[in-house]
């Protein structure tokens, strides 16, 4: 018998795909995990219910999150620090850049980050990488702490849902204090959730007009994301008009 799973977009939409088999489960502190393999996509993560990312189509996710802020920095980012990530493919990218002397990457969710080091194979070599730095803690306390000053910053992060663990890491506070731990010329990138036609007012516009209060400088994009049954935003923030 065919075993589908099946997600929630939004009220009266349903997402359904056929599931292969499951290659591994763990239940964290603060989530469920699970590695499956899919008849559409490939090898997918799947958190608490809902896809991660996908074999398929991952790197384009994490290559729009990561190589626009990288590429646009004046002089090539040396320090940058990730809030998240726990999958380790922002950090593989972030490191593909010759540029870079040290990737901070914090994730609140030590399990998960082990789950994926034993599961994705294809993060392997970036886990490894002796200019990166993981440490399991709170990215905001980690980046109020940090003494020395980051190029770009790069939040890969849960959508701010009310009430939700990430909620407080999308508004203008925090966006205030991760400007002060950039150093001149810094950029600070951030995932915006979904950015489709019924979608973008959720997360990407809110997310989009806070980071304008901090920042003088801000610019939305956004690309389809197969996996995701949707276009995804991203917004970039420059220290500098």
Not at 147 to 159: A, G, P, Q, S, Y
């Amino acid at each position: 018998m065919s075993k589908w799973v099946i997600e929630d977009l939004e009220d009266g939409l349903r997402l359904s795909y056929k599931l292969n088999s499951i290659l591994a489960s763990t239940q964290s502190k603060f989530q469920q995990v699970d590695v499956c393999d899919t008849v559409p996509f490939g090898r997918i993560l799947i958190i608490d219910g809902l896809i991660q990312s996908a074999q398929l189509d991952e790197y384009i996710y994490h290559e729009c999150l990561v190589h626009p802020a990288m590429l646009a920095h004046a002089t090539g980012a040396k320090r940058v620090f990730i809030g998240g990530g726990g999958e380790g493919s922002t950090a593989r990218e972030v490191l593909r850049h010759k540029s870079v002397e040290k990737c901070v990457m914090v994730d609140i969710d030590g399990d998960v980050v082990d789950f994926c080091k034993a599961h994705l194979p294809e993060n392997k070599e970036a886990f490894a990488d002796p200019r990166l730095e993981l440490i399991i803690d709170d990215c905001k306390v980690q980046l109020e702490q940090a003494k020395e000053k980051f190029d770009v910053i790069i939040m890969d992060l849960d959508d701010p849902l009310e009430g939700g663990p990430c909620y407080w890491l999308y508004c203008k506070e925090f966006y205030d204090m991760c400007k002060s731990k950039l150093n001149p010329g810094g950029i600070l990138v951030t995932q915006a959730s979904g950015a489709g036609v019924k979608q973008y007012k959720a997360v990407l516009s809110p997310v989009l007009n806070t980071l304008k209060q901090a920042f003088p400088a801000c610019r939305a994009y956004k690309e389809a994301i197969y996996s995701f049954a949707d276009e995804w935003g991203f917004v970039i923030a420059h220290s500098d008009p």
